[in-house]
């Protein structure tokens, strides 16, 4: 075994020892990485194709991004909510301007985001809808990912993220993912909101039937429900779109943002909503130390800006469309099914075909860092800056893997 090597089982064994057993990472020890790529500690050169789960849509350390955050660094980096800061005003406006909406509230984490969504559905709910207090219902659906936190994944259907957490959080009702008959008899006087990504991403890039989210639309308006569009991995340019919803010409009541708003170098996310739903919140009702720090604020509006000077959705959608078309065109029995919008691409493969994780590991050897999700699927979920070429030379370890 190398120096290298030794040096990289070191540090496996060390994480392995002090760190909880939480995630199942491929066994490669990263140090360094730029744009789309990734070294490892001996040197070796890898394609990122998970992109942080769209948090680095942009890349890594792009430059842009990197600089905002060393200047304002230099500068100040929280004051807390307490007291008024110069990044914080034009962030938001930044945000509300390029998304559509009247008014955001800034959080950190995605799991946050989400919390946020349901404290601010739950209390319109009784505000704005006059829905007896305390029986307010959310509609979610099965295969979700919202996040971690003990309320949301008391309304997961995967027994990993519930088992041995509970009691759960109630006033959540779980529903197939893209049957609209099931919403139109479960939607009523006590439903605040529906809850939806409209494409399931840790599910299996998982894009719901077409209709769907229209059909979504309607029985919100007729129910005097709100619609809230989970858009933390879809939005940003992932799906080819500012938010992958507006694919199906809808928009939301409220959207939940965040992974791509880092750029990959700080933890921040946002809840969107026009002025009806976001005035429920009122001071001292919700809020975080570092929500809407001067340093995240910095970061995110670098971040929205590189997605807005390099066309990334227009590139995403671009380039997803052709990596779809090209791998659909190759002969590989392992694949059941391919889904897709814009560079965001779940290769289910066959149940007998020995499970993702082997392909995953295989594409690791030959240079290409894939996770795989729900033991049959594999991701393809490159940062947006991939170019052509790079793009074609992922397609043929791909193909070369799974021939």
């Known amino acids: 075994m190398s120096e290298h090597q030794n040096e990289a089982q070191r540090l496996i064994e060390l994480e392995d020892r002090y760190s909880a057993h939480n995630y199942h990472p491929l066994d490669v020890m990263l140090d360094r990485a730029e744009g789309i790529w990734l070294w490892d500690t001996a040197g070796k050169k890898y394609m990122d194709g998970l992109a942080a789960y769209s948090a680095v849509n942009q890349g890594h350390n792009h430059p842009r991004i990197v600089e905002a955050m060393q200047d304002q660094l230099s ?72 996040g971690r936190t003990t309320t949301i994944v008391g309304f997961s259907t995967d027994e990993g993220s519930r088992r041995g957490f509970g009691p759960f959080t109630p006033g959540f009702r779980i529903l197939p993912y893209g049957d609209l008959d099931a919403v139109a008899a479960a939607i009523g006087a006590k439903t605040a909101a529906v809850l939806v990504e409209p494409i399931q991403g840790e599910g299996g890039v998982i894009i719901p039937p077409e209709g769907f989210l229209e059909g979504l639309r309607s029985l919100c308006d007729e129910h005097r429900a709100l619609l809230i569009c989970d858009e933390i991995q879809a939005g940003l340019g992932r799906a080819g779109h500012w938010l992958a919803h507006h694919r199906a010409g809808i928009r939301a009541d409220a959207v939940t943002i965040g992974k791509a708003l880092s750029g990959g170098l700080y933890p921040v996310s946002g809840f969107l909503a026009d002025d009806d739903v976001m005035s429920v919140f009122d001071a001292g009702s919700h809020g975080s130390t570092f929500g809407g720090n001067p340093l995240a604020c910095a970061v995110a509006e670098a971040a929205l800006a590189v997605i807005e000077h390099e066309k990334l959705c227009e590139r995403s959608q671009r380039l997803g469309t052709r990596f779809l078309e090209e791998l659909r065109q190759q002969d590989l029995p392992v694949i059941e099914e391919l889904r897709g919008a814009g560079l965001w691409i779940g290769i289910q493969l066959r149940e007998d075909a020995g499970g993702a994780r082997r392909f995953s590991e295989a594409l690791q050897d030959k240079g290409l860092l894939l996770k795989e999700t729900h033991v049959h699927t594999l991701r393809f979920v490159p940062p947006l800056v991939i170019s052509d070429a790079e793009l074609e030379h992922a397609l043929g370890l791909i193909v070369d893997v799974l021939s």
């Open 75 to 146: 500068r100040m980096s929280l004051t807390s909510r307490a007291f008024r800061n110069d990044r914080f005003g034009p962030l938001c406006e930044k945000i509300c301007t390029l998304l559509g909406y009247d008014k955001v509230l800034m959080m950190n984490s995605g799991a946050e985001a989400v919390e946020t969504a349901i404290k601010a559905a739950r209390r319109w709910g009784y505000d704005r809808k006059g829905i007896p207090d305390g029986e307010a219902e959310i509609l979610v659906f099965d295969g979700n990912f919202h």
